[in-house]
């Protein structure tokens, strides 16, 4: 697998969510038809808690034979490990066969909502957890899935709380986890560099934002003024501030979701200014850094480096040579730090599909069973959103700081709730940083601009359902 640079305020290893960029569609049934404009009359509203599909009563016996529509974006190399779940899959249900078609990255959310809303929707869509209340608002297109869980005894306790609470939207369930979320509560450093220094952050790890930042002013080396060793990165983007203001106790919105609060917003944008101003020399010191270009992290030009649980597998992967150390990513001011989960995969079913009971047992499969989704974690070298799977030997064999990794997830917590305008909100966002980090407008202008923006399109939103 190659390792991917961070993106704009998205996941970034296989996925990135609201800009989606995969790798190449190679699995050879691809979907290829157009997805075209969503029709207005065909995106019914629905609410919240509207009851849709309902599982019958009582213990779910043998399936009929069907053949599954199953969409998502796994390809490239996760092609022959999706192949193996569905072989699993269909020996546990004999007559059961899945048809997976991998999306496009960026074409997949369009196509979903246009087949949803033409009502041809495929049985089980890979859904990101952010994009639930534009799915159950805009077209109705999603099947509550409490009813199954309870009676299939897969209560919301076996999973890491931000996994499963980033499914939820108005008190309903509307997915399940795969694979675990982007917090980047994971720093990654170089150990034997470190060690050189005398440094051992497994002993004593910074625990604050002032030890970071001196830590990384420790590490860092200019040659005939030119950065040449960056002991850590603060990257101004969308995606870093909002996991900093999450560590610095801020919000982005009210936990209804009407409203854009940035408490500690210009705080935090501030400190990350200041930081790279301190350490790095700003945006002009960092001009022609990495001096060998590639991935300055690999190349031993970056002391550390932020990421999220799968990078462990990444670094052994890509960079072997390199002697890996994780430590947690602290909170502003000490104290136990909280992550912010936000964007992230989960497997849907769809409200209206030909085989409700059939798409519920696959969407279960390939997330919360060993045999499915946690197998497909652990050939990944990454943690399952399934506690107990963690557990077992062979994960703990994946890394010496598999415990380190698992505790990201552990502290991390999803918003109390998404928007229905997340895209758009998150483009305020992007595009206001990435004025900040081009030195185009102020911290203050910068939070102003995004308050305004996002509040303006979520309003707007709101006004046209008439709530």
Not at 59 to 80: E, H
Not at 171 to 189: D, I, S, V
Not at 355 to 383: I, N, T, V
Request: aromatic share 10%; with cysteine.
């Amino acid at each position: 697998m190659a390792a991917l640079p961070e993106s704009t305020i998205t996941l970034t290893e296989e996925q990135t969510m609201t800009t989606l960029s995969t790798r190449p569609c190679t699995r050879r049934v691809t979907l290829t038809a157009g997805a075209g404009a969503l029709a207005g009359a065909a995106l019914a509203a629905c609410a919240p808690g509207q009851q849709a599909d309902a599982p019958a009563a009582g213990t779910p016996g043998k399936l009929a034979s069907a053949t599954l529509q199953l969409w998502t974006i796994w390809g490239g190399t996760r092609v022959p490990l999706m192949d193996e779940q569905f072989s699993r899959f269909s020996q546990k249900y004999p007559g059961v066969t899945v048809e997976h078609n991998v999306l496009p990255g960026g074409e997949r959310l369009e196509k979903i909502l246009t087949a949803m809303a033409s009502g041809t929707p495929p049985d089980v869509p890979m859904i990101g957890r952010q994009e639930i209340p534009l799915f159950v608002e805009k077209v109705g297109g999603l099947t509550q899935l409490d009813s199954y869980m309870t009676r299939d005894k897969v209560t919301k306790s076996i999973f890491y709380d931000a996994e499963i609470n980033a499914c939820m939207y108005g008190g309903k369930t509307w997915g399940l986890p795969m694979p675990t979320a982007g917090t980047y509560g994971n720093l990654y450093y170089n150990r034997a560099w470190l060690t050189r220094e005398g440094i051992d952050p497994d002993k004593n790890p910074p625990r604050t934002w002032d030890e970071l930042q001196e830590l990384a002013r420790k590490l860092t080396q200019r040659e005939a003024g030119k950065l040449t060793k960056l002991g850590f990165p603060v990257d101004i983007n969308g995606l870093q501030f909002w996991h900093w203001l999450g560590l610095n106790g801020g919000k982005l919105w009210s936990d209804d979701g009407r409203k854009m609060v940035l408490d500690k917003a210009e705080d935090t944008l501030q400190w990350m200014v200041d930081f790279r101003e301190k350490v790095a020399g700003g945006r002009s010191g960092l001009q022609g850094f990495p001096p060998s270009g590639g991935n300055a992290f690999y190349n031993a030009h970056l002391a550390q480096t932020i990421s999220g649980v799968w990078t462990w597998f990444y670094i052994k992967t890509e960079a072997p040579d390199i002697q890996a150390g994780v430590y947690l990513r602290p909170a502003r001011t000490g104290g136990e730090p909280k992550y912010l989960s936000l964007e992230a995969w989960a497997y849907g079913v769809s409200k209206g599909g030909k085989y409700p009971e059939h798409s519920w047992r696959l969407a279960k499969f390939l997330s919360a069973e060993k045999d499915g989704g946690g197998w497909f974690m652990q050939q990944q070298g990454r943690p399952s959103p399934v506690k107990e799977f963690n557990q077992a030997a062979e994960m703990k064999q994946i890394s010496p700081y598999w415990d380190v990794l698992l505790k990201a997830l552990d502290r991390s917590a999803a918003p109390a709730t998404f928007l229905p305008v997340h895209t758009d909100v998150v483009k305020a966002i992007n595009d206001n940083v990435s004025k900040l980090n081009q030195e185009q407008s102020t911290v203050r202008e910068t939070v102003a601009n995004i308050r305004q923006e996002a509040q303006r399109v979520i309003d707007e939103f709101w006004a046209t359902k008439g709530r």
